[in-house]
């Protein structure tokens, strides 16, 4: 097995974590974590303060990003690791995700007017620690707030997901884009949670090759959001299409994620890891 813990998908107050960027650092290090980077839903702002906190607890950091795609008819995430976020275009096409999303905030908000859930939008504010940055997330904690539902995962079950009430369509980042700003700066991209994708055998492989095509390095093969056979089953096609494998937490706070900082599964021996190509 690889020794390495390294944990390279989380989130902070910068997007729709429950911690602040140097709490997500010293939670990781008290975790055992050797190797965090923090990857925030189209946001850079928490990176400084990360990056200060590994320094001081002499983590090793990596900084990273995780945008938003609209790929057929799904939302994709992409992650990018090592990437340089002084980078103009990778800034700027960031800035341009981040910009829809106030208006889709607004009529996530009017939806859920409609089924008599009054105040989403500045429900959903008092949670967001960014407000450049209103996530579902956030949304949904604002539900479980009011007694809409019993947690954030039934929130999902019953309101926010596709065909649910508060779901409205949104058009995020070109893969062509979102790889393009992450291998632009310097980084290296790589499927998030693959498993969460509602795509055939075929569309999953048209992905995977698109992905290798455009430069894309890996695939989340261990990661919270994977049960063991999905760990075997995306092992097999990071084999298939050459592919790095990444391991990830995505890490939200203590209160609504399935696991901790560090503490996704072992990746398979076999696989180059894709810390092997970091710093
Ligand atoms: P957004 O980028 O605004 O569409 O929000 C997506 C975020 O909502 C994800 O990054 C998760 O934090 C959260 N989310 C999405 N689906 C679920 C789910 N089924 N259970 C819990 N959280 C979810
Ligand atoms: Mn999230
Ligand atoms: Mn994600
Ligand atoms: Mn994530």
């Known amino acids: 097995m690889n020794a ?13 974590g429950t911690l602040a960027p140097a ?14 980077a923090l990857t925030d839903h189209d946001e850079l702002l928490g990176l400084p303060e990360a990056a200060a906190a590994a320094a001081e607890l002499g983590l090793r950091f ?8 609209s790929w057929l008819d799904q939302t994709l995430h992409i992650v990018g690791l090592g990437i340089d976020p002084s980078n103009v275009a990778l800034i700027e096409g ?3 995700v981040r910009g829809g999303r106030d ?17 989403a939008m500045e429900g959903a504010l008092r949670y967001a620690g960014n407000p450049a940055l209103v996530s579902r997330a956030h949304f949904a904690r604002f539900l479980v707030e009011i007694g809409a539902s019993r947690n954030v995962h039934d929130v999902f079950l019953h309101y926010l997901a596709r065909g649910k009430p508060g779901y409205v369509e949104h058009v995020w980042a070109t893969l062509e884009d ?5 291998k632009g700066a310097g980084g290296l991209a790589v499927i998030a949670h693959p498993g ?7 569309e999953m492989d048209i992905l995977f090759d698109r992905f290798r095509e455009l430069g894309g390095d890996a695939v989340e093969v261990a990661c919270g959001a994977h049960d063991g056979g999905q760990l075997l089953a995306f092992a097999r096609l990071a084999r298939k ?3 790095m494998a990444s391991r990830a937490s995505d890490f939200h706070g203590p209160e609504d994620s399935p696991i901790d900082l560090g503490r996704a599964d072992p990746l398979p021996p076999d696989l180059t890891p894709v810390w092997t190509r970091l710093n």
């Open 4 to 16: 390495l813990n390294a944990d390279l998908h989380c989130h902070s107050t910068a997007s729709d």
């Open 23 to 36: 709490d997500v650092v010293r939670r990781a290090a008290a975790n055992g974590v050797d190797l965090l």
């Open 62 to 69: 990596v900084p990273g990003v995780e945008i938003s795609v």
């Open 94 to 96: 960031l800035a341009q």
């Open 103 to 119: 208006g889709r905030a607004a009529r996530i908000a009017a939806e859920l007017e409609r089924i008599g859930i009054r105040g």
């Open 178 to 182: 979102a790889v393009g700003w992450i």
């Open 196 to 202: 969460r994708y509602r795509l055939s055998h075929a």
């Open 241 to 243: 299409f050459g592919l």
